[in-house]
């Protein structure tokens, strides 16, 4: 019994044609329905269509069957409608017409009406049934359509692709073969006959049934033709492909059974490996990717297509790995070394003496961002510290030298692919290449290797917490960098770390609303270095621990809640919450918690003090420069100096020791004597010593002993008050910056001087700072 052809309301663009050799084949998707299911399709859409337009004039109040009428409905007041119809002639139409001004005004548009419609409909019923009628007339001229099978199949294609099919001779083709499918298995014997030999579950041999094709016997051994042993055997020796494939760098592995032998390998760059070969296959076999060709008439290093570096005539190239190259070359200029290695995607030689690579990671916002000369007279005399040919191969970084990374904008593999020795544009400044340069100095007066030094600063000014977070463009922009570095350093053999990720951070969140009590602060830290540390291990491999470096923020004299601008300050209508700042209270008590993986280098009030850039926050080139050494002291002692690794402190309160009215400040010193000192920043109330609570007012200050303050009270303070250090300043800071800093005179004796900064034509001395803190005065 025929059945009705599935209708789906699409309109169809043509109309498939019948040729000579379509195959004649009825059914569900058969060629010999082809035309009608269009058909019928075309006709479901037009009465869908159809059907849509007398919904919606049968759904309107009612049409008039003359003008007259409409009109007396508008004079009525029965008719309130902008738009109605009325009836033309043969009622198989309408017109639409328009009250305006309380007239019955034509537009010009006439519509089917509902007669109309039922009639069209009934018209495409009877088409339909006439299609059908004619699809069943024509299913008997299938067989004079083909002439070469009997019976065909066809995939959703139609009939361009054939399932299956069964030719004039009784042969049965399926997809993908050459022939029918009796000329491949005219060489087996049967299932039956198979079955039967003794000893076997499984026989599968050539027609005679004298030679094996494939068995399996009652032991489940398997054996196959071309082997003379039982499969399982040949196999036994190699490990599963479940382990094999969790190897890092390999698409695919083949272990002995043993775990500790690879027999093959293809790495992720498609290389072969074998054993007894060392390096991938292809590059032993061929060419190798890196080689010397002329470029501008002077020989060059390529890598395979690509030019790689010609700043100097080469002399040889050598391959160190699959991504890495050494070279020698003609000394000229300031490039005087003669030799270098190289990755194969950053045109910068990087000096093959090092024997590591140390990544210098940097996160926060703009205080560890470059301080640009903006409107100044002259921009191009702002830079004071620049690139040096002395650590040319030694201090590098992305995006072409740029020592402070991109900030908002997300890094490209064509950055990272500008690797380049570090450089500032002469209208900039900031605090990383000094670091570098200083940290440089250090090894080598310390008569330390001397590493190659990646700079990988994530900062981006004005964010809080919340806004370099993992997930941000900065976060991800350090991750980028790092795992750049390290591949960098694997194609040289060089092994990297990250040693330090320094945080220049905390403006924001001070007046932000986020950080109201003491805590709020420091428990984001713990968490943002917990993500850090874990992310970057990962990158690189390394079991050290990573050194939390801590810039304490020195702008804030208090604690705001309100909104801030882009750059991170107060925008006016903020409240003071806190007479002292929590961010930078909790960066220091951050510091105190973990004694064996952070430090604070300093507080940055002494900078914000001597070099303003004039706004509330930032500092001038001069302060950059003394901001990266700073940095690179604390570092240097801490992690490399032979004589004091792990012993940097800072200048800080160690403990109070509160007897009666009298509290004893035991600090720590980097270089004692601690020494009052008003002149060479500024006087303040106390010299920056108060409380809390104000239970107590302060009667003398001294120094006992070199490394403990004496601070005398005119009565003994309230157990529930707390020690502050460093804000009870309340003078601004010059007449053209309006802006209130902390403010301590405590400093210690240290003896070190800047290597680029002067003032009053000596060399700055590096004077180590007392940190901003508070102290409860009993345990809270």
Known sequence: MPKTLPESPEWVD??????????????????????????????????????MIDDRLQSATGDYASVAEAQAAIDSGSETRRYFNVMLFDNNWVERYENVNGVATPTGIRLPSSQAVDELSASLDEANALIARLTLLTAPLRKYISTKYTFSVNTA???????????????????????????YVQQLIPWSIANRYPGYQLMFTDVTGKKGIVSIDDNGDVRVLGIDDVLQERLAALCSSTFARRINGFQFVIFSSDLKSALFAIDDDGGVHIPGIKGALQDNLGQQPARITPYQGLPAVYWNDALLWHERPVLSVNQVSATGLS???????????????????????????????????????????????????????????????????????????????????????????????????LYRQGQQLPFVYALLYSHENADLNLPVMFSAVANSGGKSFAQIWKGTVPYSNGLAMVERYVKIAQALGKPASVDVVSLEHGETDNDNGTSQNVGDYRVRMEAYYALRRADYKALTGQT???????????????TKAGGVDEQGNPTGESVVVKPFSVVAVDQLQFVKNNPTNAIMYGPKYPLNWLYSDGSLSHLDNWGKVLQGEYQEQAIFWHLYDP???????????????????????????????????????????????????????????????????????????????????????????????????????????????????????????LYNWMCLDRIPLTQE
């Open 14 to 51: 043509g109309i498939y044609q019948v040729e000579l050799d379509t195959p004649v084949l009825g059914g569900d998707g058969g060629p010999d329905n082809w035309q009608a299911q269009q058909l019928a399709n075309r006709t479901s859409y037009l009465k869908q269509r159809t059907d």
């Open 157 to 183: 294609e139609g009939p361009v692709s054939t399932g299956l099919a069964l030719d004039r001779d009784m042969g049965l083709w399926l997809p993908g073969l050459k022939a029918e499918l009796q000329q």
């Open 327 to 425: 070279m020698t070359y003609i000394p000229g200029g300031q490039i005087t070394k003669g030799y270098g290695m190289m990755y194969y995607r950053g045109g910068a030689e990087i000096s093959p003496e090092a024997m590591k690579a140390l990544i210098l990671c940097s996160d926060g916002q703009s205080l560890g961002v470059p301080s640009d000369a903006g409107n100044r007279p002259n921009p191009n005399t702002w830079n004071k510290v620049n690139y040096d040919p002395k650590w040319r191969a030694y201090a590098l970084a992305i995006a072409g030298g740029k020592p402070e990374g991109s900030q908002d904008t997300p890094i490209t593999e064509a950055m990272l692919d500008l690797l380049a020795n570090l450089v500032y544009p």
């Open 544 to 558: 050290t621990e990573i050194l939390a470096v801590i810039g304490q923020v020195g702008s804030r004299i208090n």
């Open 643 to 765: 004589a004091r690794k792990g012993t940097w402190t800072g200048l800080k309160i160690k403990s109070v020791t509160l007897t009666d009215n009298i509290a004893d400040l035991l600090c720590d010193v980097p270089f004692a004597p601690i020494v009052i000192d008003a002149d060479f920043i500024a006087d303040c109330l106390n010299k920056g010593v108060g409380l809390e609570n104000n239970s107590a007012t302060v009667q003398s200050i001294t120094i006992v002993d070199g490394n403990i303050i004496r601070v005398v009270f005119d009565q003994a303070p309230a157990a529930t008050d707390a020690l502050l250090m460093g804000f009870t300043n309340t003078a601004e800071h010059s007449p053209e910056n309006d802006s209130v800093y902390p403010l301590t005179c405590f400093r210690d004796s240290s003896p070190r001087v800047s290597r680029w900064v002067t003032r009053n034509g000596s060399p700055f001395p």
